[in-house]
């Protein structure tokens, strides 16, 4: 049972433009989301989370959109810039253990 | 400085044998983990520990057994290797805060292959 999803295998974005990576989730009861972003044979780094009880949190370029109804986040990305290319993870945890459930990821392109 | 380190980056072995992978971190960090990621690239946790005790224990065959001699090192070894355990297998660690959650912060991955 899949709890954290990311539908969208890859995105290819121009560069400069906004790049939105997309994560549903089935758990109701997670605390925290984060984005992982991976290079090709590193592990993965962390780049920006949110807590269940906001519904927005920004870090220079990257933007993380909480909509708890919906069950949904985004990351936006912007402008988007050649070095971004690379494989983000979407993951959930609870306060209680901090245990994370990761999506499969989204492998992103941008294109110069 | 490396935060996390896994030794070795790349091991390919016969099915049947047995091996380790080490890993350390110089965070200072209470919390260790051990993560596989499969053929579809999920990222599964199999083992946590915090400061030397087991927290986590997800299902995994009896075959992987996770030590930390102290709170820095947590390694993985490995019995009676199968062509299912190959993979690559991540590191982590983070430092537990209550009422925030912190990020865990990984190793490059052992890529592990068996013949």
């Known amino acids: 049972d899949q709890q954290v999803k990311q539908n969208s295998p890859s995105l290819s974005v121009q560069e400069g433009r906004i790049s939105i990576l997309n994560c549903d989730y089935t758990?109701?009861?997670?605390?925290?989301f984060l984005w992982y972003k991976k290079y090709p044979a590193e592990g993965p780094t962390f780049l920006i989370s949110?807590?269940?009880i906001k519904d927005k949190n920004e870090d220079g370029r990257f933007t993380v959109f909480l909509n708890k109804s919906a069950k949904h986040l985004s990351l936006h990305i912007v402008p988007s810039q050649p070095g971004d290319s690379a494989v983000y993870f979407c993951a959930a945890s609870f306060e209680s253990n901090y245990q994370l459930i990761w999506g499969a990821g989204t492998k992103l392109i941008i294109k110069p | 400085d490396t935060a996390v380190s896994q030794t070795p980056k790349y091991l390919v072995t016969q099915m049947g044998n047995d091996k380790s992978i080490k890993c350390e971190q110089n965070?200072?960090?209470?919390?260790m983990y051990w993560y596989k990621q499969d053929s579809k690239k999920f990222l599964k946790i199999m083992f946590s520990y915090n400061n030397k005790e087991l927290i986590i224990n997800e299902t995994v065959p009896n075959r992987f057994s996770p030590k930390s001699p102290d709170k820095a090192h947590l390694n993985l070894h490995i019995n009676s290797l199968e062509l299912g355990d190959s993979a690559v297998y991540f590191c982590a660690s983070s430092q537990e805060v209550s009422g925030s959650n912190q990020p865990q912060h990984f190793g490059d991955g052992t890529r592990l292959s068996i013949l």
């Open positions: 965070l200072g960090h209470d919390t």
């Open positions: 758990n109701s009861m997670f605390d925290y």
């Open positions: 949110i807590s269940s």
